[in-house]
Protein backbone atom coordinates (compact mmCIF):
# COMPACT_ATOMS: atom_id res chain seq x y z
CA UNK A 1 0.00 0.00 0.00
CA UNK A 2 1.46 3.29 -0.87
CA UNK A 3 2.19 5.71 1.93
CA UNK A 4 3.83 9.19 2.76
CA UNK A 5 7.49 8.75 3.79
CA UNK A 6 9.76 11.34 5.91
CA UNK A 7 13.22 11.72 6.35
CA UNK A 8 15.28 12.28 8.33
CA UNK A 9 13.43 10.12 11.67
CA UNK A 10 14.80 12.44 14.16
CA UNK A 11 17.27 15.60 13.83
CA UNK A 12 18.88 17.38 16.66
CA UNK A 13 20.44 21.35 15.30
CA UNK A 14 21.58 23.98 16.84
CA UNK A 15 19.65 27.00 17.54
CA UNK A 16 20.10 29.60 14.47
CA UNK A 17 20.64 26.52 12.31
CA UNK A 18 18.45 26.06 9.02
CA UNK A 19 16.78 22.23 8.61
CA UNK A 20 15.39 20.68 5.92
CA UNK A 21 12.80 17.84 6.49
CA UNK A 22 11.80 16.10 3.50
CA UNK A 23 9.10 14.38 2.62
CA UNK A 24 7.92 11.89 -0.19
CA UNK A 25 4.05 12.29 -0.76
CA UNK A 26 1.66 9.59 -2.16
CA UNK A 27 2.63 9.28 -5.77
CA UNK A 28 -0.84 10.34 -7.55
CA UNK A 29 -1.77 12.30 -5.12
CA UNK A 30 -2.19 16.23 -5.44
CA UNK A 31 -2.21 18.10 -2.49
CA UNK A 32 0.86 17.90 0.38
CA UNK A 33 0.36 19.39 3.88
CA UNK A 34 2.72 20.43 6.99
CA UNK A 35 1.78 20.57 9.92
CA UNK A 36 3.73 20.40 13.27
CA UNK A 37 2.85 18.76 17.17
CA UNK A 38 4.93 20.18 19.94
CA UNK A 39 4.90 17.44 22.31
CA UNK A 40 1.85 17.29 24.68
CA UNK A 41 -0.07 19.76 22.62
CA UNK A 42 -2.36 19.43 19.22
CA UNK A 43 -1.56 18.71 15.99
CA UNK A 44 -1.21 22.37 14.15
CA UNK A 45 -1.73 23.03 10.50
CA UNK A 46 1.11 24.68 8.78
CA UNK A 47 0.82 25.37 5.03
CA UNK A 48 -0.70 23.56 2.39
CA UNK A 49 0.40 23.45 -1.42
CA UNK A 50 -1.12 22.75 -4.49
CA UNK A 51 0.27 22.81 -8.62
CA UNK A 52 4.08 23.69 -7.18
CA UNK A 53 2.36 26.82 -4.61
CA UNK A 54 1.33 27.70 -1.58
CA UNK A 55 -2.41 27.48 -1.41
CA UNK A 56 -2.69 28.25 2.39
CA UNK A 57 -0.63 28.99 5.26
CA UNK A 58 -1.11 29.24 9.16
CA UNK A 59 0.24 32.39 11.24
CA UNK A 60 2.77 29.75 12.12
CA UNK A 61 3.98 30.31 9.23
CA UNK A 62 6.17 32.70 9.16
CA UNK A 63 9.16 34.20 7.21
CA UNK A 64 11.37 31.67 8.96
CA UNK A 65 9.89 28.84 6.84
CA UNK A 66 9.14 27.94 3.19
CA UNK A 67 8.33 24.84 1.28
CA UNK A 68 9.47 23.34 -1.89
CA UNK A 69 8.76 20.66 -4.25
CA UNK A 70 12.09 20.58 -5.79
CA UNK A 71 11.45 17.49 -8.02
CA UNK A 72 8.37 15.75 -8.93
CA UNK A 73 8.50 13.01 -5.70
CA UNK A 74 10.06 15.39 -3.14
CA UNK A 75 8.31 17.84 -0.61
CA UNK A 76 10.56 19.77 1.53
CA UNK A 77 9.74 22.15 4.33
CA UNK A 78 12.87 24.52 5.59
CA UNK A 79 13.33 26.19 8.67
CA UNK A 80 15.88 29.46 8.07
CA UNK A 81 16.98 30.07 11.70
CA UNK A 82 15.61 27.39 14.39
CA UNK A 83 14.17 28.48 17.49
CA UNK A 84 14.13 26.51 20.55
CA UNK A 85 10.18 26.73 20.34
CA UNK A 86 10.65 24.91 16.54
CA UNK A 87 11.10 21.60 18.84
CA UNK A 88 8.44 19.09 17.20
CA UNK A 89 7.23 16.50 15.68
CA UNK A 90 6.54 17.47 11.65
CA UNK A 91 4.41 15.79 9.94
CA UNK A 92 3.64 15.80 5.70
CA UNK A 93 0.19 14.57 4.81
CA UNK A 94 -0.91 14.06 1.19
CA UNK A 95 -4.37 13.53 0.00
CA UNK A 96 -5.63 13.25 -3.49
CA UNK A 97 -7.29 16.37 -3.95
CA UNK A 98 -10.12 15.14 -6.62
CA UNK A 99 -13.10 15.85 -4.27
CA UNK A 100 -13.14 18.38 -1.90
CA UNK A 101 -15.40 16.79 0.60
CA UNK A 102 -14.85 13.77 0.61
CA UNK A 103 -10.72 14.38 0.19
CA UNK A 104 -8.73 12.76 2.73
CA UNK A 105 -4.72 13.13 3.70
CA UNK A 106 -2.44 10.41 4.68
CA UNK A 107 0.51 11.02 7.25
CA UNK A 108 4.01 10.36 7.41
CA UNK A 109 5.31 9.10 9.92
CA UNK A 110 6.88 12.26 10.73
CA UNK A 111 10.31 13.98 11.90
CA UNK A 112 11.04 14.85 15.33
CA UNK A 113 13.07 17.93 15.22
CA UNK A 114 15.24 18.70 18.71
CA UNK A 115 16.67 22.66 19.01
CA UNK A 116 19.39 22.86 21.51
CA UNK B 1 -11.22 31.02 15.56
CA UNK B 2 -12.28 27.35 14.44
CA UNK B 3 -12.14 24.99 17.19
CA UNK B 4 -12.31 21.46 17.50
CA UNK B 5 -12.90 20.41 21.19
CA UNK B 6 -12.65 16.73 22.78
CA UNK B 7 -12.22 15.47 26.03
CA UNK B 8 -8.54 14.91 26.88
CA UNK B 9 -9.46 11.77 28.96
CA UNK B 10 -7.95 9.01 29.85
CA UNK B 11 -11.21 7.54 28.98
CA UNK B 12 -10.72 3.86 31.03
CA UNK B 13 -12.80 1.07 29.63
CA UNK B 14 -12.03 -2.84 30.29
CA UNK B 15 -11.64 -5.46 27.41
CA UNK B 16 -14.53 -5.84 25.46
CA UNK B 17 -16.52 -2.91 26.65
CA UNK B 18 -17.93 -0.14 24.64
CA UNK B 19 -15.46 2.86 24.47
CA UNK B 20 -17.91 6.24 23.16
CA UNK B 21 -15.30 9.41 21.88
CA UNK B 22 -17.05 12.93 21.30
CA UNK B 23 -15.89 15.92 19.64
CA UNK B 24 -17.25 19.25 18.97
CA UNK B 25 -16.84 21.76 16.60
CA UNK B 26 -17.23 25.71 15.96
CA UNK B 27 -17.04 25.60 12.35
CA UNK B 28 -21.30 25.57 11.01
CA UNK B 29 -19.87 25.25 7.57
CA UNK B 30 -17.70 22.40 7.71
CA UNK B 31 -18.36 19.50 5.56
CA UNK B 32 -15.84 16.50 6.22
CA UNK B 33 -14.89 15.02 9.85
CA UNK B 34 -12.27 12.84 10.12
CA UNK B 35 -10.96 9.95 13.34
CA UNK B 36 -7.44 9.73 13.62
CA UNK B 37 -5.91 7.05 15.86
CA UNK B 38 -2.11 8.30 17.12
CA UNK B 39 0.20 6.13 19.57
CA UNK B 40 2.51 7.63 21.81
CA UNK B 41 5.32 8.73 19.34
CA UNK B 42 3.69 7.86 15.93
CA UNK B 43 1.55 10.10 13.11
CA UNK B 44 -1.84 10.12 13.25
CA UNK B 45 -3.52 6.71 11.46
CA UNK B 46 -6.67 7.47 9.57
CA UNK B 47 -9.33 5.48 11.16
CA UNK B 48 -12.76 6.94 9.62
CA UNK B 49 -13.85 9.61 7.74
CA UNK B 50 -18.11 10.84 8.10
CA UNK B 51 -19.25 13.03 5.64
CA UNK B 52 -23.22 13.38 6.08
CA UNK B 53 -25.76 13.33 9.41
CA UNK B 54 -25.81 9.66 10.46
CA UNK B 55 -23.65 6.45 11.48
CA UNK B 56 -21.13 5.09 9.68
CA UNK B 57 -19.93 1.55 10.43
CA UNK B 58 -16.63 -0.04 9.45
CA UNK B 59 -15.93 -3.10 11.08
CA UNK B 60 -15.51 -2.09 14.98
CA UNK B 61 -16.00 0.94 14.57
CA UNK B 62 -19.19 3.44 13.88
CA UNK B 63 -18.45 7.56 13.57
CA UNK B 64 -21.99 9.20 13.89
CA UNK B 65 -22.06 12.83 12.52
CA UNK B 66 -24.98 15.00 13.78
CA UNK B 67 -24.20 18.60 11.95
CA UNK B 68 -27.01 20.62 13.98
CA UNK B 69 -25.64 20.06 16.96
CA UNK B 70 -22.34 20.25 15.43
CA UNK B 71 -21.11 17.06 17.14
CA UNK B 72 -19.11 14.03 16.01
CA UNK B 73 -18.54 10.60 17.42
CA UNK B 74 -16.68 7.66 17.52
CA UNK B 75 -17.79 3.91 18.99
CA UNK B 76 -15.58 1.13 19.21
CA UNK B 77 -16.85 -2.08 19.63
CA UNK B 78 -15.27 -5.29 21.63
CA UNK B 79 -12.46 -2.78 23.04
CA UNK B 80 -9.06 -4.50 22.89
CA UNK B 81 -6.41 -3.18 25.03
CA UNK B 82 -4.67 -2.81 21.54
CA UNK B 83 -7.12 0.22 21.02
CA UNK B 84 -5.17 1.85 23.98
CA UNK B 85 -3.97 5.33 21.62
CA UNK B 86 -5.13 8.91 21.74
CA UNK B 87 -8.01 9.58 19.47
CA UNK B 88 -7.90 12.69 17.67
CA UNK B 89 -10.83 14.28 15.89
CA UNK B 90 -9.88 16.19 13.11
CA UNK B 91 -12.33 18.94 10.61
CA UNK B 92 -11.18 20.09 7.38
CA UNK B 93 -11.74 23.58 6.99
CA UNK B 94 -11.24 26.39 3.99
CA UNK B 95 -10.37 25.96 0.66
CA UNK B 96 -7.38 23.25 0.69
CA UNK B 97 -9.14 21.04 3.47
CA UNK B 98 -6.38 21.94 6.11
CA UNK B 99 -7.15 19.93 8.95
CA UNK B 100 -8.03 21.08 12.56
CA UNK B 101 -7.40 18.74 15.08
CA UNK B 102 -8.85 18.64 18.93
CA UNK B 103 -6.09 17.98 21.18
CA UNK B 104 -7.38 14.19 21.32
CA UNK B 105 -8.68 11.57 23.95
CA UNK B 106 -6.74 9.44 25.28
CA UNK B 107 -8.31 5.83 25.59
CA UNK B 108 -6.97 3.30 27.97
CA UNK B 109 -8.50 -0.29 27.53
CA UNK B 110 -7.85 -2.32 30.32
CA UNK B 111 -7.28 -5.95 29.96
Known amino acids: EPEVTQTPSHQVTQMGQEVILRCVPI?????FYWYRQILGQKVEFLVS????????KSEIFDDQFSVERPDGSNFTLKIRSTKLEDSAMYFCASSLGLDRFTDTQYFGPGTRLTVL | QKEVEQNSGPLSVPEGAIASLNCTYSDRGSQSFFWYRQYSGKSPELIMS????GDKEDGRFTAQLNKASQYVSLLIRDSQPSDSATYLCAVSSGATNKLIFGTGTLLAVQP
Open chain 1, 49 to 56: FYNNEISE
Open chain 1, 27 to 31: SNHLY
Open chain 2, 50 to 53: IYSN
